[in-house]
């Protein structure tokens, strides 16, 4: 403890002694006297009017007296939140928290508080330390210091949310979202944007349905925003509902809770559908046969015959409902064997512009043919199609085998107009026939799974499946649900994959155990191996036109030169895809960039 004792003083000398030495000056700063408690000689003051040194002067006056040493601090251990309150998430040792921290203080307001810092503490401890320092005036007009250690003992208890969350019942508003397909791809895209937008911090709960999600909120303005936010990236129709649960008869107070249904247009990507007549006349006179490319706010179809480009919204979609006519399952790989140009000069609009659309003429045939020769047919197939600007030769393409199957009733109608063929996108079979490890991945939100049997079940399931060696009906259906889960995610991977576009919209995540293999590896080469992975990995990543610019300053020459080495980097985990007897696959395939992952890659020199 340190005193704080004024140099300068002020006496009233008496009056005969400034008459006899009212020619002497005195150093006033030199006066002395000794302490009435222990005898120390201490420097006489007008503040020290009590004549007390300074060390009994701090053994008889606590300044931390009514200061709170020890407090008992509430968190959530399944949220990670401290109860401030409100409940809030803090940084552990972040000044937010230090904030709470000396609120929670009392008897601060008696004295000053000059500083406060983290004591070093283990975070399984449970506790937290802050040293604080503070400053008091004690009687006689001194002023002491010093120093003060407040700890914080964390207890569990759980937040109102979070008790919410596992308690049935307990919400307000659930929007449930629905689309009447036989897959869950879209279910898949729309996780993926609310986990980016953060669109699913006030849900309380999410439960996976058998035709959709369930999003349960407290209030109802959780469950609108989330509703619009839907509504502005993919084309839906909502309703919503209430139900009255109680209401005060004398405050006229009401309770409901509110559902919002969003159906999702049955509409997904790489569709070919059959628009009716009316729509085509609106749209210009397109179709009727035409292809979604793509699915946003809107629905955008191209024409198969003519490759015009439309786009429509949710609104004018549920005036003149139509339905996919073949789905994404229904493809069949077809080999390019020729390409020309178009026997008609196609109108190039900005939207084929924007969408990177040329229209070519195309041979194909299918793959099962050139596979089996003897047992295949050798008929062949010249159609049109908007994938010039990505089909060569021998390229593989998934395509719509419309000349064996069943068409309709409209479409028999003017089957004259109906190609036999309908190309949708660009296939990669030698790339996808290697099993290969991602070195990304994606976020997932925590669901409840409300399909089939819940947890407890299937371990009872599990018992008796090893005692009798019989699977029940309801083993079967979890099973096959949790296979057709996990082929769909893995579809949905290998769409991501393929279209650098569509990840545009979606976070993507390094898997930190391939990466630090691949980092391990990268360290333990020489210099001479290094420049060899990156003249090898140089195949495999598009060439691009680099302007060099001159590096005037010390920190410009830093930058290029730091990314020169992440360059490196990059191309050396471009290597990790190819492995030493894939000669032939595909140059041209969109592999995922290492710059789409993390923004500062760091590599150590030699």
């Known amino acids: 403890m340190t005193v704080y004792v004024p140099t300068s003083l002020e006496i009233e000398p008496e009056t005969d002694m400034q008459q006899d030495n009212s020619d002497m000056d005195f150093d006033r700063s030199q006066i002395t006297v000794r302490c009435c408690l222990c005898g120390t000689i201490t420097p006489r003051t007008a503040e020290n009017s009590n004549n007390i040194c300074a060390e009994c002067m701090r053994i008889n006056s606590d300044i931390t007296e009514g200061i709170t040493k020890q407090i008992i601090l509430y968190r959530c251990r399944t949220c990670l939140r ?33 500083d406060a810092n983290f004591v070093y503490t283990e975070e399984h401890s449970k506790r937290i330390k802050i040293r604080i320092t503070i400053q008091k005036e004690v009687d006689g007009g001194s002023v002491l210091q010093t120093n003060l250690i407040v700890e914080y003992v964390e207890n569990n208890q759980q937040c109102e949310e979070c008790q919410k969350s596992f308690t049935p019942h307990i919400w307000t508003a659930v929007v449930q979202v629905r689309q009447k397909v036989d897959h869950k791809r879209t279910f898949l895209y729309l996780e993926q944007l609310i986990l980016k937008n953060k669109t699913h911090d006030k849900c309380i709960k999410v439960s996976e349905k058998d035709d959709g999600l369930d999003f349960y909120f407290k209030n109802k303005s959780g469950a609108s925003s989330l509703k619009n936010f839907i509504t502005s990236k993919i084309p839906i129709k909502f309703k919503v509902a209430k139900k ?27 569709d070919l559908c059959v628009i009716p007549k009316k729509l085509s006349n609106l749209l210009g006179g397109i179709g009727p046969l035409v292809l979604c490319y793509k699915v946003s706010q809107h629905i955008h179809i191209v024409d198969v015959m003519t490759m015009e480009t439309q786009q429509i919204d949710s609104t004018l979609y549920y005036q003149h409902v139509f339905q996919g006519f073949m789905s994404k399952n229904q493809l069949t790989e077809f080999i390019v064997i020729d390409i020309d140009s178009p026997e008609f000069d196609p109108n190039e609009t900005k939207a084929i512009r924007r969408e990177n659309f040329r229209c070519v003429q195309v041979e194909l045939k299918r793959a099962s043919d050139l596979d089996n020769p003897d047992k295949g047919s050798n008929d062949t197939y010249l159609v049109n199609t908007h994938l010039g600007e990505v089909l060569n030769y021998n390229d593989s393409v998934l395509c719509y085998d419309l000349a064996n199957a069943n068409l309709g009733e409209s479409i028999e109608n003017g089957k004259k107009d109906v190609p036999d063929v309908v190309p949708v996108k660009k296939y990669y079979p030698r790339f996808r026939r290697k099993n290969r490890k991602r070195y990304w991945k994606l976020d997932r939100i925590p669901m409840q799974d409300e399909t089939g049997l ?5 371990e009872e399931e599990a018992k008796t499946k090893t005692k009798s060696r019989k699977k029940s009906k309801k083993s079967k259906k979890k099973s096959k649900q949790e296979t057709d889960r996990d082929r769909e995610f893995e579809e949905f991977l290998q769409q991501l994959e393929e279209d650098p576009e569509l990840r545009q919209n979606i976070n993507l995540y390094p898997d930190r155990g391939i990466m630090s293999d691949l980092e391990s590896k990268f360290s333990m080469m ?22 060099k610019a001159k590096r005037k300053t010390e920190k410009g ?16 985990y471009m290597k990790a895809i190819k492995e030493d ?15 789409e992952l993390l923004d500062n890659l760091k590599l150590e020199d030699d």
Not at 82 to 99: A, D, F, K, V
Not at 244 to 270: E, G, M, W
Not at 581 to 595: A, I
Request: hydrophobic content about 35%.
């Open 454 to 458: 819940e947890e407890e079940d299937m």
């Open 244 to 270: 009255l649960i109680s209401h005060d008869v004398h405050t006229s107070n009401y309770n409901y809770k509110y559902t919002i249904l969003c159906d999702i247009a049955p509409i997904c990507r790489d």
């Open 82 to 114: 401290y109860n401030g309150p409100p409940w809030i998430h803090y940084e552990r040792e972040s000044p937010q928290l230090l904030t709470m921290l000396l609120k929670k203080v009392k008897g601060l307001k008696s004295v000053k508080l000059l």
């Open 557 to 572: 020459k830093e930058l290029h030169k730091e990314a020169q080495i992440n360059k490196a980097k990059v191309k050396m």
């Open 581 to 595: 007897d894939e000669s032939d696959l595909e140059e041209d395939f969109p592999v995922v960039q290492m710059t």
């Open 526 to 547: 020489n210099l001479e191996e290094k420049k060899k992975e990156i003249a090898d990995a140089n195949k495999l990543i598009k060439k691009k036109k680099i302007v």
